[in-house]
């Protein structure tokens, strides 16, 4: 008998953890880090609910931090164990839990700061970079379509979800008493739409599913469409002279746009004079999806891999990155004729924030909104209409044309995920819904029932025998 327990990504989108137990073998099925409001961040700081010293092995589906940021906190809590994930995903864990262990570290120095003002006890980051190295020093990369051993009883074999660079599909083999079961994780499914990446490889077997329902209750906009609008807007912009600024996600979405920004390149229709990547994580998530440039799709390999090109730097040669901070100021100068994407996504923070101070006040600005925007974030404010932006007790007036594109999702759409589970209808496994808001998890789970596939939504601390 197995048991699979439920302890994250059920009554949301973040803190993914799941763990699973056999009589020999305790492995845990990501370790993510909740994201979001203030109360849903505290629940990081909490203990596991399981002792991290008892496990066997982690399997990590892929390098986003609501799958994988809390990992850094679990070792240093004495899980001192193998940590399996595909190459890919290996390379880009080390750029993000980096990066959000620096973030923590200087959360934490801003808040004891104002609490030895106010006399109260100091507060400690949840983890360090010592603790990230700790990490980095257990990792154990699979290739795509091997099986790996992870436990006594317990295998692994990782397939391409499409969703980032080395996001997998997880299919875990539990062989007890002579019988193998098998337990399939969508991990975070992949838009088919998307450029470089491949299509989420399609299964057929599974006695447990586990799938991701984030995007369960809509289809995406048609991404022609999309594509077109962002011709139009670049193709505008050059007319009137302006910059145009795209906040983007550092690991997916600006190396998407790039792409996309090198077909107009050697389509003739890229008239901006120059392109710059400014975000020391993005441009070092960008390297790395060059170095892993076999795991692309043929067809758009190949477009970049065409005459001298060799990566996305030489498929766009009027890219230019933006490694310091004296690199990025000099930016300002800049007053028409360039692109420059930069972090944070959700214009939070990063290097983003100064582009708009000094050109969101411009009419022939060109704001290009390509990502999700929660509520309550600057980039949510200028979606909405903001008429000023607040960037360091300045208000900035915002008369840039602000463009959003919602065709671009790194996850699949409703109809792509009963698309991708209908295969296994012959096996009939037990469906059930995780990583997704209970509406979406909801309209998701009446229209697979109609697909006669049996479908549970587990809840939060949930335990299921199979």
């Known amino acids: 008998m197995a048991r699979l327990s439920f302890y994250g990504a059920t009554d949301g989108v973040t803190g993914s953890l799941y763990l699973l137990e056999t009589?020999?073998?305790?492995?845990?099925?990501?370790?993510?880090?909740?994201?979001?409001?203030?109360?849903?961040?505290?629940?990081?700081?909490?203990?596991?609910?399981?002792?991290?010293?008892?496990?066997?092995?982690?399997?990590?589906?892929h390098a986003h931090l609501d799958h994988s940021g809390r990992l850094p906190k679990l070792v240093a809590d004495g899980a001192n164990v193998p940590l399996y994930m595909t190459p890919p995903t290996s390379a880009l864990i080390e750029i993000m839990l980096k990066d959000s262990a620096f973030l923590q570290m200087k959360d934490a120095e801003w808040e004891n700061k104002r609490r030895?003002?106010?006399?109260?006890?100091?507060?400690?980051?949840?983890y360090t970079i010592d603790d990230v190295e700790s990490v980095l020093a257990l990792r154990e990369p699979v290739p795509y379509g091997h099986c790996q051993q992870v436990s006594e009883d317990i295998s692994v074999c990782f397939y391409d979800a499409g969703h980032i660079l080395g996001s997998a599909i997880v299919e875990i083999t539990i062989t007890e008493s002579g019988q193998d079961k098998k337990l399939v994780f969508s991990g975070d499914l992949g838009n088919r739409c998307q450029p470089l990446l491949r299509d989420p490889h399609i299964l057929h077997e599974a006695?447990?599913?586990?799938?991701?329902?984030?995007?369960?209750?809509?289809?995406?906009?048609?991404?022609?469409?999309?594509?077109?609008?962002?011709?139009?807007?670049?193709?505008?912009?050059?007319?009137?002279?302006?910059?145009?600024?795209?906040?983007?996600?550092?690991?997916?979405?600006?190396?998407?746009?790039?792409?996309?920004?090198?077909?107009?390149?050697?389509?003739?229709?890229?008239?901006?004079?120059?392109?710059?990547?400014?975000?020391?994580?993005?441009?070092?998530?960008?390297?790395?999806?060059?170095?892993?440039?076999?795991?692309?799709?043929?067809?758009?390999?190949?477009?970049?891999?065409?005459?001298?090109?060799?990566?996305?730097q030489d498929f766009l040669p009027i890219l230019r990155f933006s490694r310091t901070t004296e690199e990025s100021m000099a930016l300002n100068q800049i007053v028409e004729g360039a692109i420059i994407i930069a972090g944070s996504g959700m214009c939070t923070g990063g290097r983003i924030k100064h582009h708009f101070k000094h050109n969101l006040w411009r009419r022939k600005t060109h704001v290009v909104i390509v990502g999700f925007q929660a509520q309550g974030t600057p980039g949510r404010a200028l979606v909405d209409g903001s008429k000023v932006f607040?960037?360091?007790?300045?208000?900035?007036?915002?008369?840039?044309?602000?463009?959003?594109?919602?065709?671009?999702?790194?996850?699949?759409?409703?109809?792509?995920?009963?698309?991708?589970?209908?295969h296994f209808k012959a096996s009939?496994?037990?469906?059930?819904?995780?990583?997704?808001?209970m509406d979406a998890k909801l309209t998701l789970q009446q229209k697979l029932i109609d697909q006669d596939l049996h479908c549970k939504i587990p809840i939060n601390g949930q335990t299921i025998d199979f």
């Not at 030895?116 to 949840?126: D, T």
């Open 23 to 61: 009589q020999r073998s305790r492995v845990l099925l990501e370790c993510g880090l909740f994201q979001g409001r203030r109360e849903e961040e505290a629940a990081n700081e909490l203990a596991f609910p399981f002792e991290p010293k008892s496990l066997d092995a982690v399997i990590l589906s």
């Open 390 to 422: 607040r960037f360091a007790g300045e208000e900035i007036a915002v008369n840039a044309k602000i463009h959003t594109l919602g065709g671009f999702s790194a996850h699949a759409s409703q109809s792509q995920l009963l698309e991708w589970s209908e």
């Open 207 to 312: 006695d447990i599913l586990m799938m991701e329902s984030t995007y369960g209750d809509r289809n995406h906009r048609d991404h022609q469409e999309t594509l077109q609008e962002f011709e139009d807007i670049i193709a505008e912009a050059s007319e009137n002279g302006g910059n145009v600024l795209i906040p983007s996600f550092a690991v997916g979405r600006t190396q998407e746009i790039i792409f996309l920004l090198g077909e107009l390149y050697h389509a003739g229709k890229l008239k901006q004079q120059i392109v710059y990547l400014d975000s020391p994580m993005a441009i070092a998530a960008t390297e790395v999806y060059q170095q892993f440039q076999h795991v692309f799709n043929e067809e758009d390999r190949e477009s970049i891999g065409h005459g001298s090109s060799q990566n996305l």
């Open 428 to 437: 009939r496994p037990q469906l059930l819904l995780v990583h997704g808001e």
């Open 116 to 126: 030895r003002r106010g006399g109260k006890a100091l507060v400690e980051p949840l």
